[in-house]
């Protein structure tokens, strides 16, 4: 089947639809009269080119949106090797000294600051475990194949006296 162009409010339709996941408002803001704006919001999603352009913006986003299993496996990588830094609050005190009428006067002041560190080495370690063994690195089991035919041996004589 050829899918034909959708038309400018088509696309806007569909556009506002993809975000807001209501029918009639998507048809308002793509500049459909608010009157006709639930029934033609309704006709529109029944339309295939209008239906397949919304399903496959819908499948670009979430695959956008997911981590594949070598993006986790490059992040994983990169906390193991500690290339990836983390910010974490730090508590810093302060310590002032001044001269007040021959008497010195100490003024101690603590404030938090954010600061980047590498990823921690429990992390690191935990990355490190978690490629471990979806490269099986450790695994308890071994696990053999061999291709085994089996031989049949004949020990029953031919009398039927028993013996």
Known sequence: MIERKLTIKQQAFADYYIQTGNATEAAIKAGYSERSARQIAEQNLTKHDISNYIKEKMEEIASERIADATEVMEYLTKVMRREINEFVPMTVSKEESKWV??????????????????????????????????????????????????????DISGDNNGG
Do not use: C, H
Request: charged residues 35%; proline residues 4%; negative net charge.
């Open 101 to 154: 009428d021959g008497k010195k006067q100490t003024t101690k002041e603590e404030s938090v600051e954010i600061v980047e560190i590498p990823a921690r080495l429990s992390d690191a370690n935990k990355a490190a475990e978690l490629l471990g063994k979806r490269y099986a690195m450790w695994t308890d089991k071994q696990e053999i194949n061999a291709n085994i035919t089996p031989v049949f041996v004949d």
